[in-house]
């Protein structure tokens, strides 16, 4: 079963709009963290946001917000007033327990592709 | 300035030869994770290493080993025996092991059989 799902492959979106990107989640342990990745053409995965199971108020970076509904199981992103340089792959991601050791390992979506358009 | 550095950046690869991709770190970070990514999908884990002399398979660890000697280092080779290596391979740390450590990346592998 999926753990993360990401229903929209891509999305357009006009610059200096806001947009959202949609992330569900499943597990059943109490603590977990949930994270979104940016990731250019160029390869790398660029920290966005992080929002703990145990947060009561949604997190914000700068442009970047994490809608966050523990009962639905979902944690959106967020991007306010869109530039061409958001133009990506963006991936939702959770860590949870390994079950092997007292480690926790980030299991990722399949992603939204992203493009702004002027 | 603190990071991940991978290398090379590309390499390319002949049937039935093992590589050895590079991933160092500059965090002084604890733990450390490889991760493969095919076309159009998200990162699946291959191995991670929570201190040094130590690691333990992900995901997908048939075809690939690692060593840990030290801190820093977290070199992963891709054995002939791995059927379909072609994809990109991104190094990851973190500080520590909780469920809200974040992992940072490195900028990538990408690797082509030939």
């Known amino acids: 079963a999926q753990k993360i799902t990401q229903t929209q492959p891509g999305m357009f979106v006009q610059e200096k709009e806001a947009v959202t990107l949609d992330c569900t989640y499943d597990t059943s342990d109490p603590s977990y963290g949930l994270f979104w990745y940016k990731q250019p053409s160029s390869g790398e995965m660029i920290f966005l946001i992080y929002q703990g199971s145990y947060d009561q108020q949604n997190a914000t970076e700068g442009r970047y917000s994490l809608n966050f509904q523990k009962a639905r199981k979902s944690a959106n992103l967020v991007i306010s007033a869109s530039q061409l340089g958001d133009s990506a792959m963006y991936f939702c991601a959770m860590r949870e327990p390994t079950r092997m050791d007292s480690s926790y390992k980030l299991i990722f979506g399949s992603g939204t592709r992203l493009l702004v358009r002027p | 300035d603190g990071g991940i550095t991978q290398s090379p950046k590309y390499l390319f690869r002949k049937e039935g030869q093992n590589v050895t991709l590079s991933c160092e770190q500059n965090?002084?970070?604890?733990?450390m994770y490889w991760y493969r990514q095919d076309p159009g999908q998200g990162l699946r884990l291959i191995y991670y290493?929570?201190?040094?002399?130590?690691?333990q398979k992900g995901d997908i660890a048939e075809g690939y080993s690692v060593s840990r000697e030290k801190k820093e280092s977290f070199p992963l080779t891709v054995t002939s025996a791995q059927k379909n290596p072609t994809a990109f391979y991104l190094c990851?740390?973190?500080?520590?092991?909780?469920?809200?450590?974040?992992?940072?990346f490195g900028p990538g592998t990408r690797l082509t059989v030939l």
């Open positions: 990851a740390s973190t500080l520590g092991q909780g469920f809200s450590d974040t992992q940072y």
């Open positions: 290493s929570q201190i040094v002399n130590d690691f």
């Open positions: 965090l002084n970070h604890d733990a």
